[in-house]
């Protein structure tokens, strides 16, 4: 998989990628993730990529020339198979939509600033719109990293244990089990026997009725067909 970010912000995108999981799965050549300068962009003096919106009122509009400029700059070298824009008035992310874009190739994920990107980009060259939830971010570099680590942790390779992507949260439309580690006795609190008995099958019933439980109690919503 390829990511290429286009941002105002370049510098908020370079710590979640240098780190842990997201690092190696890019020396490990399963992801390259590009970062790009939307004032590299720009045609106008001073670097200029927003101004004031037509009609007046409150916030900057990122303009169309240096984000067309970009996408059509990177579109010269491959084909992409979406470009997102993230936006809280997108489509609400989780975890199917996840899965579904962890099997493209190449995919541009555009973050919006300020008030937004000008509405003639989001017709001519954006396919998805995501929101990473109901509630507002100073602009979408923090949204964007969300969906990248989500990608990027479903490739195959990434993640040392290849099962333990499939037993996440929400992978199963369940919450997770409880987990436990050394001390088996912490201050009086015990690890559940079970959990030490060996018996696997015994153990895999325990966490699935665990997962549901907790569900029920936490995100019945979860449970809910539609
Ligand atoms: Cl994608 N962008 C911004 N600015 N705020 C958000 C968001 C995105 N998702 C939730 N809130």
């Known amino acids: 998989m390829r990511l ?10 370079e710590s979640p990628f240098d780190q842990s999981i997201l690092k190696r799965a890019q020396q490990k050549g399963l992801v390259e993730v590009h970062v790009h300068d939307l004032r590299d962009y ?22 169309t020339e240096p984000i067309a400029r970009c996408i059509r700059h990177l579109s010269e070298a491959r ?16 975890q199917p939509m996840a899965n579904q874009l962890s ?10 600033h300020y008030k937004g990107v000008d509405e003639r980009i989001r017709e001519k060259f954006v396919t998805h719109e995501i929101s990473i939830g ?26 040392s244990d290849e099962t333990s992507a499939l037993t996440d949260s929400f992978q199963d439309g369940l919450l997770a ?8 006795d912490f201050e009086g609190m015990r690890v ?7 018996h696997e099958a015994a153990i895999e019933q325990w966490r699935y009725d665990q997962a549901l439980a907790r569900t029920r109690e936490r995100r019945p919503d979860l449970l809910k067909e539609d």
């Not at 099997?103 to 555009?110: A, D, E, F, P, R």
Request: hydrophobic share 45%; proline share 8%; aromatic share 8%.
């Open 134 to 159: 109901d509630y507002v971010l100073s602009g979408g570099e923090l949204a964007a990293a969300v969906v990248a680590d989500a990608l990027i942790r479903l490739l195959p390779g990434v993640l």
């Open 42 to 63: 720009s045609p106008f003096k001073h670097r200029q990529v927003d101004d004031y919106a037509y009609g007046g009122g409150a916030g900057m509009v990122l303009m």
């Open 192 to 198: 559940p026997d079970i959990l030490l008995s060996g």
């Open 103 to 112: 099997l493209l190739k190449n995919i541009i994920l555009l973050c919006g």
């Open 79 to 94: 084909n992409y198979d979406a470009v997102v824009y993230m936006t809280p008035d997108g489509k609400r992310f989780d």
């Open 177 to 184: 089990p409880p987990v436990y580690t050394r001390p088996a």
């Open 4 to 13: 290429d970010i286009i941002t105002c912000l370049p510098k908020i995108l």
